[in-house]
């Protein structure tokens, strides 16, 4: 590997590629340094900066669109439509997150300690799911992987005087640090197979037939091991439902879409690059989509039809029957990652717009969701769904925009939700897989059910009257996630457009 | 002929030691055990002409971290025989789980016609390492600072008590840890 050592130092300019990263970063060791500063129970210099600096992230992306594809940093880090739609992303996760986090007792309550470090990591954090969406090469993948899930494992267990958070945290770190073994172990095998680390590489070996057919499947499937368990897929999901039930609700929230998102965008550049033959679909260009061939003979999407339809049944069935509404959320999340999987079997450029729609939408909407969990436990000091009995003429208004969410979340109209399942399911029907979306049709119409159960309390079940006024900034970000929780669902041309053109921008699959 | 002999020793070391690790009940037994694994692999890697992997690998997981674990087995009151019994009906799918992993591995390891490298001359490394780590992977090796500083907030966060004790208000006297919140 060293012989063939070429001396050529990234240049500086690389760099300018690479704004919203920089600034993250940035934004972690200022922030870090200004809670050495910070007086008060509240830290304000790490919360603004920390906030401030996801907001110049974000419009540094936005300002970076269309990024074109360009290999920078050695080539080690790959800039294009999809890193360029995740570093949107992640920057507004984390600021809302940040937000949030700054009213909420669990993590500003008069007991808790390291305020200022929270925001510092949640930047961080940040930083880390933006290198997952644009690593280009095994080393990157492993690395930013592995930031992001030591960043997780420390606010899973910030409540540090808590068990159950720091229970979280210790199952978090087990359960990571074997599924990240096991990837680094098929990372090694494929390695041995193919001599490069490079995705683009990898492929190129693969093509020119270098590799074993058997030893390949068992490495992929490793990788996948590591991958599933960063987006909770069954059967890697196990420490799932404790670490969310456990780590602080702010955090969970971050957790339920952030790593999820960042672990399907490296899934699909990572598979994607490295077992998609380019060109099978490009000369049919045009209409229609731009598939790949893949390589080697393993049934690679009928595998992950099979992951996808587990994952779901088995998310939706098991929140059926819990009462804790975080546990509940946990389990939705597992159902919702199974239909992501739907997307990313088809391998085609719609199926991907599906996903990074969708991933949009449930941001939107899972964040909401929480949202109103965080809020709720605030007031009432917990988050069972009997705790939200009468909440329709407590608090009204909080009860209508969490009946958004949870209508968003099971998929029905005129809600964002609606709109994302209707790609999602359009290009499996599309694409002639049947029983994969009656099984996903399925699933839907088990998911109301849960779902439902929040509604009921908080509309039918009689409880206390006396009126429910929650925290201002609380009322503020829920209205800003309901809002387009609606509107997506009524008006989304321009977020459509906005995805196709991420998907159409794509290295792995436009060539 | 050497070389083999050396390779052999060396994996036999490992694999041995690492046996005893995962076996032996004593915790403080298991612990030195590690000390030949993490040898083992050492001496693994110096055969790779990998000098300074190897050096590292002594210098940082025999000299430190080994030494953190024998530490934290002495000052924490975790019982030096194994708790509980450790029943067949956990070992038997363990063991068959490991057996089948063996296999696939064996299998995989033998059945595969890797990309084997000419075998590399033993010069040290040192220099050319530093000389990538400053220009082509000079990403990589800054982000693993990244990844360092945030493992050493990590345990400050998670360890470090900045509050003093007295600050606990009206349940001063309760034990300030391991309670549970809003139970």
């Excluded at chain 1, 995740?86 to 808790?112: C, N």
């Excluded at chain 1, 009322?475 to 196709?500: M, Q």
């Amino acid at each position: 590997m060293f012989e063939t050592l070429a001396l050529n130092a990234p240049s500086w300019s690389d760099l300018r590629h690479f704004v919203p990263e920089t600034v993250l970063v940035v934004t972690f060791l200022l922030a870090l340094m200004a809670d050495l500063f910070a007086r008060g129970r509240r830290p304000a210099g790490p919360f603004a900066l920390a906030l401030g600096g996801c907001l110049v992230a974000l419009a540094a992306a936005v300002s970076s669109l269309p990024a074109g594809p360009r290999s920078i940093l050695g080539d080690l880090v790959v800039v294009d439509g999809l890193a360029g739609f995740f570093r949107v992303l992640f920057p507004l996760i984390g600021a809302i997150t940040i937000l949030f986090s700054w009213a909420s007792g669990e993590i500003m309550g008069p007991r808790r300690e390291h305020k200022g470090e929270f925001y510092a990591l949640v930047a961080l954090m940040a930083f880390g799911m933006c290198v997952m969406a644009s690593a280009a090469d095994l080393i990157m993948l492993y690395l930013s992987v592995e930031l992001v899930s030591l960043t997780s494992y420390v606010m899973a267990g910030y409540m540090r005087t808590s068990l159950r958070s720091t229970e979280a945290s210790l199952k978090y770190v087990i359960f990571g640090s074997v599924s990240s073994g096991v990837m680094l172990y098929g990372l090694s095998l494929l390695f041995g197979l193919t001599g490069e680390t490079t995705f683009v590489e990898i492929r190129a070996a693969l093509l020119a037939g270098r590799a074993d057919n058997f030893a390949l499947l068992v490495a992929m499937v490793f990788v996948l091991a590591g991958l599933g368990y960063k987006i909770a897929a069954v059967p890697f999901h196990f420490w799932c439902p404790d670490v969310y039930e456990g780590a602080p609700t702010p955090v969970t929230a971050l957790f339920s879409v952030g790593p999820k998102a960042a672990g399907f965008a490296l899934m699909i550049r990572f598979f994607y690059t490295t077992l998609l033959s380019p060109g099978g679909g490009q000369a049919a260009a045009g209409a229609a989509a731009p598939d790949g061939v893949i390589v080697g003979p393993a049934d690679w999407p009928l595998l992950i039809a099979i992951l996808s339809v587990v994952t779901m049944t088995y998310g939706n069935l098991v929140a059926l029957r819990q009462t804790n509404v975080k546990r509940l959320l946990a389990y939705s999340s597992i159902a919702h990652v199974g239909y992501l999987l739907m997307g990313f079997l088809m391998l085609t450029a719609a199926g991907l717009e599906a996903i990074l729609f969708y991933l949009l939408v449930y941001a939107i909407m899972n964040l909401g969701a929480f949202l109103f969990v965080i809020a709720l436990n605030n007031r009432l000091g917990g988050e069972e769904i009997s705790d939200y009995a009468g909440l329709s003429t407590r608090a009204p208004w909080v009860a209508l925009m969490m009946m958004v969410f949870l209508l968003s979340l099971t998929g029905l109209p005129p809600t964002a939700g609606f709109i994302g399942k209707m790609y999602l399911f359009a290009e499996v029907i599309n694409r002639h897989w049947f029983w994969l979306a009656v099984v996903g049709a399925l699933n839907s119409v088990v998911s109301l059910f849960y779902y439902m159960k929040i509604a009921k309390a908080m509309y039918f079940t009689p409880g206390e009257r006396a009126p429910l006024r929650l925290e201002p900034l609380h009322t503020a970000v829920l209205i800003l996630l309901a809002a387009p929780t609606l509107a997506l669902g009524v008006y989304w041309t321009p977020f459509k457009n906005f995805v196709d053109r991420a998907v159409a921008g794509f290295a792995g699959l436009g060539g | 002929m050497s070389g083999d002999l050396a390779f052999y020793g060396f994996a036999a070391l490992t694999v041995l030691s690492a046996f005893y690790v995962v076996f032996s009940r004593n915790i403080v037994h298991a612990g030195f055990s590690l000390l030949f694994t993490l040898f083992g692999v050492a001496g693994l890697y110096a055969m790779l002409a990998a000098d300074f992997l190897a050096a590292t690998q002594v210098i940082v997981y025999i000299g430190g971290v080994l030494v953190l674990i024998l530490f934290t087995v002495m000052m924490t009151r975790i019982p030096r025989r194994g708790a509980g019994g450790r029943g067949l009906d956990r070992f038997v799918p363990a063991g068959v789980f490991a057996l089948l992993l063996f296999a696939l591995l064996y299998k995989v390891i033998t059945g595969t016609p890797w990309a084997e490298k000419a075998p590399v001359s033993a010069d040290p490394t040192t220099a050319r390492l530093g000389a990538s780590f400053l220009t082509d992977f000079v990403f990589p090796f800054e982000f693993v600072s990244l990844i360092l500083l945030a493992a050493m907030i990590g345990a400050a966060i998670l360890i470090r008590d900045r509050r003093p004790a007295a600050d606990d208000g009206a349940g001063g006297a309760a034990a300030p840890t391991g309670e549970e919140e809003r139970s």
